[in-house]
């Protein structure tokens, strides 16, 4: 390992024994009581030395045996270092490309700031490159959405969408408007290239149109139709609920932009089971829907307020990326809104319904009932273990390290 504090921390001093990494509540950490040998030391963890230099220059300032070695494994413990040459193989490949890291630096320091382990970021960000991702609908908020997924790594994101541009599906970051008349998923996958941060792996032949690709890591379905935002219709993701595929909702309606929900299919809410639901709560609400869809199409764009839809590509981007690092199905269950002109964001829950199909709310009940029998059996021991909590906690701090709120 090759040991760096984490660049995207700025550092600070809150008296002459305590320094600060970070600024913001959700990140900021604080270490103490430092004596000035060491707080000068914390220069020379810039990712150029090793463990062995590092230890050499901690004699020649003078430091104790093992304080250069136990400040390390404390910086590293508390997720504020990180690995110079970690990330593995891929990210390797990732540093030998320079232009590529310099266009995704940005990505990269966020990532450190929500990683814990040294040169998981690095990892995380070249396993993007290796990602799939489809992207129906080439609106304002679909095309948009797929030119930041470009943009942040992913390796390939491929557009569906018929038709050609018109004036109002023009965007800044998506369809141009030297774009207008072009067909529609060529313009947008156009605008996908140019956000690339550099030519994309080439790949096979693609599955063709109205197929679904089992090797695609996610989905996300972004209508023009504004009543296929606000209902969307649960045959229209009835393959990849088959498939397994992950899937993601995103649009505009009536000022209204909505993300969400995240559906994994057999484990979270989906669109039928969001149709069963709204029918329980408003018996009219299939008669309303039928009306929607077989009324007039618009003639000119849908109420899509040019900030909002790229607000709502935006979150829908940051959500499909959490999801594709790993870092859990955050939107899972929620269908986030927010409408003109409050701009208050409500998270609406999307439960798994029984009479839906898709077999979410039969696998929850399942959890439940297992979680409920085993919750059961430990509680005899779960009381005395929480007197082992604060000796645990004292001896992995060692009465140095603080949350900073």
Not at 90 to 104: G, M, N, S, T, W
Not at 335 to 355: F, K, T
Request: charge should be neutral; hydrophobic fraction near 40%.
């Amino acid at each position: 390992m090759v040991p760096m504090v984490k660049p995207a921390l700025r550092r600070g001093w809150r008296d002459l024994n305590t320094v600060q990494f970070g600024m913001t509540p959700a990140h900021a950490m604080t270490l103490g009581p430092m004596d000035t040998a060491t707080g000068s030391f914390l220069d020379l963890l810039n990712g150029t030395r090793g463990p062995e230099l590092l230890r050499e220059e901690g004699r020649r300032m003078d430091l104790p045996d093992g304080q250069v070695d136990g400040l390390v494994e404390r910086l590293a413990r508390a997720g504020l270092l990180d690995d110079a040459r970690g990330g593995g193989p891929a990210a390797d490949a990732l540093r030998a490309k320079p232009e590529l890291l310099d266009r995704l630096r940005p990505d990269l320091a966020s990532l450190s700031l929500t990683t814990s382990e040294p040169g998981e970021a690095l990892g995380l960000l070249a396993a993007r490159r290796s990602l799939r991702v489809q992207v129906r609908g080439a609106g304002r908020v679909g095309a948009v959405l797929a030119s930041l997924l470009s943009g942040a790594g992913v390796g390939e994101v491929d557009v569906r969408d018929c038709g050609r541009v018109e004036p109002w599906d023009v965007a800044p970051g998506g369809l141009p408007a030297e774009s207008v008349g072009d067909r529609r998923d060529e313009a947008a996958r156009r605008a996908v290239r140019r956000a690339a941060p550099d030519r994309p792996p080439r790949r096979g032949s693609r599955a063709p149109a109205g197929t679904d690709d089992p090797g695609l890591s996610l989905v996300i379905l972004a209508p023009r139709d504004d009543v296929a935002v606000h209902a969307p219709a649960p045959s229209a993701a009835d393959a990849l609920v088959a498939s397994g595929t992950p899937h993601l909702y995103a649009g505009v309606v009536e000022a209204t932009g909505v993300v969400g929900p995240l559906v994994l299919p057999g484990e979270t809410g989906c669109a039928g089971c969001l149709h069963e639901d709204r029918t329980d709560r408003d018996p009219v609400w299939p008669r309303l829907v039928t009306q929607w869809r077989s009324g007039k199409a618009r003639q000119t764009g849908p109420p899509c307020d040019l900030a909002l839809a790229t607000a709502v590509a935006g979150l829908a981007a940051a959500h499909a990326l959490a999801f594709l690092d790993g870092r859990g199905p955050s939107g899972a269950g929620v269908r986030w809104e927010v409408s003109l002109p409050s701009l208050h964001w409500r998270a609406r829950p999307v439960r798994a319904h029984s009479s839906c199909a898709c077999g979410a709310a039969e696998k929850g009940n399942r959890e439940h009932s297992a979680e409920d029998a085993a919750s059961h059996e430990t509680m005899a021991v779960q009381r005395p273990s929480t007197m082992l909590r604060p000796g645990t906690d004292a001896a992995r701090l060692a009465g140095t390290w603080r949350a900073h709120v």
